[in-house]
């Protein structure tokens, strides 16, 4: 492989902010917050942020990078694309999980659903996902599509992943923004409380983290080899 020691570099700083990010969503909501819990209250809420960024972020990042592994281009192509489609479904059941938890949460509190711009990117990025997903099983997984349609759909494919990959780190921050700013009062998150800044730095890692994932995924030289593709 082209450039081994600079793809492994990029690998593991991309785990360790990956790990990392997934370590401060934890520490979050334990330390700071109520816990987790399956409650219908805070800890409940608190299930949202700790599985989108596991499954969307973490888990969904390793599910784009996977082909890019060296170690794996001696594993069928079939192989591959069912570790890939599998991340994306352990993904996605994490997500609407993340997701039925937070509209528990607000309705057994009276608060509005869906009126923040991270509920509005967020629910479209899921169901864009989940077209993209099933799609994607039937274009490229089963046998059924021909040569020619792959080969169409393909950057799209790509692209769409990448793009709805962005607008989930994009989710992320709003996400974690419109939280600080609704449960900091004393001190409110203006005067930059130590949650503030623990939890501004966890924006930050899943940013690198995104950004690794994605100068990973688009390099040409570290692509699985063609002639691996039985
Ligand atoms: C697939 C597959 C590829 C691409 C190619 C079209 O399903 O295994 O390598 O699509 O056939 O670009």
């Given at each position: 492989m082209e450039g081994y020691r600079s793809f492994l570099f990029f690998l593991v700083s991309s785990l360790l902010f990956g790990f990392l990010g997934v370590i401060f969503v934890l520490v979050w909501v334990l330390y700071w917050r109520e816990g987790l819990a399956w409650n219908g209250g805070a800890a409940e809420f608190n299930l949202h942020p700790l599985l989108v960024i596991t499954g969307f972020v973490f888990i969904e990042g390793i599910a784009i990078i996977?082909?890019?592994?060296?170690?794996?281009?001696?594993?069928?192509k079939l192989l591959m694309k069912c570790i890939h489609a599998g991340l994306h479904l352990v993904a996605i059941v994490l997500v609407i999980v993340a997701m039925v938890a937070v509209f528990e949460y607000h309705n057994s509190f009276k608060i509005p659903n869906m009126f923040s711009l991270h509920s509005w990117v967020g629910l479209t990025v899921v169901i864009l996902f989940f077209l993209q997903l099933v799609m994607s099983i039937f274009v490229?997984?089963?046998?059924?599509?021909?040569d020619s349609l792959r080969a169409a759909l393909m950057p799209i494919h790509g692209y769409m992943g990448l793009l709805l990959y962005g607008s989930i780190i994009a989710t992320c921050l709003m996400g974690i923004t419109e939280k600080l700013i609704f449960t900091l009062?004393?001190?409110?998150?203006s005067k930059l409380p130590p949650e503030a800044i623990f939890v501004n730095t966890l924006g930050l890692l899943i940013v690198v983290f995104g950004g690794l994932v994605i100068w990973i995924a688009t390099r040409p030289a570290w692509k699985r080899p063609p002639n691996y593709d039985v």
């Open positions: 996977v082909y890019r592994l060296p170690w794996t281009w001696k594993c069928s490229f997984l089963l046998p059924i599509a021909s009062k004393e001190p409110p998150y």
